[in-house]
Each structure stands twice: as structure tokens, then as C-alpha cells.
């Protein structure tokens, strides 16, 4: 299978199924001398893993990861790190009908298609466990930025059409309720709005807000390498997300240039903008304002009302879907949203060190 790496100088490569032994990722290019353990790693974990509210899936998962390369003495070398989850909850029998049939808004067509052969047992390597792999690798991107004073942040926006009227500051309340929604009272509407779809054995979609703190001007590439290009290729590589919007995104199409364009100043001494409409990215290219970013997430496709498709046999049938799936996929995406952000970020500054000669005398010369 191609297509299984992410990133130019910090690349990761995920690997391992649903219902395999395990899922894991490699991540080459992290510069030598970070301090790291699986005490950094696994609290990502934790806020992506299965089990945690009604609105999850019902598989327990501890997900608890082992670094198996990498790391000598509590720091890492510089050489490849490798980490592995175990799968320890896989009921496979859950999906022997699956093997018969094409699951409407699932990959079960698209992977017969491409490879005349496909792992049903929760949707192999097109299953949201597959995410495992980039949140740890996020995880370790993330604490390298931290170093340099950067952040990446997601919540919840909405919850079908409930929708937060702005971006909040203070994201503590993302902790206090089980949608990672920063908006107690949103929080409280979304949770009557899926407790009623669950009812109705349907589910909801939503979106995701992410922003990127401390990225100073000028990173990012002009053409192919954009900036904004590369975290739109990093969400939509995520497998229930339908869309990507940076700044005000769609919004944009509706405003005159006099609206969308944001006016330059100077404060404290050194360039800045009176407005954010782009989200920190003009050209490709940072501008040293925050990164904002929106992704559109789809309804969880396992419902469990009766549905019409068709087999592999190319006969039609109603099938009705069985097994442990969320109502919601947006609460535990959030943290796969962040890691992805973070990972495209790290890599774009480490590409950013070869771009003038003045950063590589700074490095190499005595």
C-alpha cells in the first residue's frame, strides 16, 4: 500500500489494522536531544481512545503505548522512534457479514475496487483507529514546538447546527464536558441533539477549530509547499473529514476586498495586522499571526437503521449494520486535528532552516 508516510524532514509512517495485533507509527527526523518518554505521549492517547462517554464507541481500548526505538537515556537520538499499541478489544466476529456486502459512506467498495481484496473487520486500515499512529507521532512534534514557544489548539466548533458565535481564549472548559466543546451551555444543547439521534439509531457531524500559536512570519513555501497547502493535505488526509477551510474560508467568497483584506500596523516596534480574515497565512507563507484553521467532519457512516446497498455478488439488499461504533466522531478527532497540525508545522520549520544563508551561517559557521 502506498501512501502511508507523512511529511518531508519529519516524516511519519503509520502502519497496523483495526482487528490486527496492533497499530503503531515510525517517525524519522527528529532531531537528537529531546527530552521524551511514553509519559508525554500517552495523555494524547488518552483523549482520543474509545470507551470514554456514551458518545464513543463502546470498545474498551487502554491504548497504552510502548517506545520500542529511539530513546536512550530519556532523550531521543536522533534515529527512528518507533511505537506500538496493542489492540486488546477486537471482537472481529462483529463484521463477518460485512465481508458479503458494501457498507454505504464506508471504504468497503473503494478498497474491493483498488485491491480486489479487503480487511472488513472494522474497516482495516480506512478504521479511526489508524489515527493512533499520528496522534503519538503528534505528540512528539507537539513538545518539540513547545520548546520554540508554539501551540496547537482544537475544540469542538458545532455538533450538527450548533455552532460557537466566536473563537474562544480560554479553552479549560474544553476539559469540563465529554464534546471538548469550550461552551457549557453549546455543550449542553449538543448532548440533548445526540442523545435524540442516538434514539433514532442515526448520527451527527461537526466541525473542528484549531489554532497555531507563536509561528513567526515567514514560514511556509510559495507554490507547492504552501503552508496552508500542507494543513489542508494533513486534515483531509484524516478519514472523516470532508472539508478545510483556513481564516474565514468559505466566508471569504462573500466579502469585497476592502472587508477581507487585513490592514497592516506596526506594535511594540514590529509588523502586525488589525485583522485575521486570512488566518496567519498570506501566500503560503506565515505572517506571524495566529494559524486558524476549520475542519468539516462527516456523520459517523455506522448507523444502525436498516440502509439499502448492495453485495458483492452485485445484488441490491437492506442490511442493518452491527458492531461498536460512535454517534459522533468530532469529540475524539479534536486531538487528532491538533496532532495533524502539529506535525505539518514542525516539518515546515525544519525546511524553513535551509531557506536563507544567513540560517545556515548561523548554524555551521565558527
Known sequence: MHGSSFGNLFRITTWGESHGKAIGVTV??????????EADIQPYLNRRKPGQSIYATPRKEDDGVSILSGIFEGKTTGTPISMI???TSARSKDYSDIAGYYRPGHADYTFDAKYGFRDYRGGGRSSGRETIGRVAAGAIAAKALSRLGIVCQAWTRSIGPICLSQDPEDLSACMDNR??????DAAIQAETLLTEKM???DSVGGTIRCRIKGVPAGIGDPVFEKLDARLAH?????????GVEIGDGFDAALACGSE???PFCIVDGKPAKQSNHAGGILGGISDGSDILLTVAVKPTPSIFQVQHTIGKNMTEMDIQIKGRHDPIIVPRAVVVVECMAALTVFDALLANMTARMDY???LYKN
Open 360 to 362: 545556515v551561517e548561523q
Open 234 to 242: 494533513a486534515m483531509m488526509s484524516i478519514g472523516a473529514v470532508k
Open 179 to 184: 464534546l471538548y466543546m469550550p461552551d457549557p
Open 260 to 262: 477581507n483584506n487585513d
Open 28 to 37: 524519522d527526523g527528529c532531531p537528537a536531544g529531546l527530552e521524551l518518554s
Open 199 to 201: 434514539a433514532d439509531h
Open 85 to 87: 499499541v496493542p489492540n
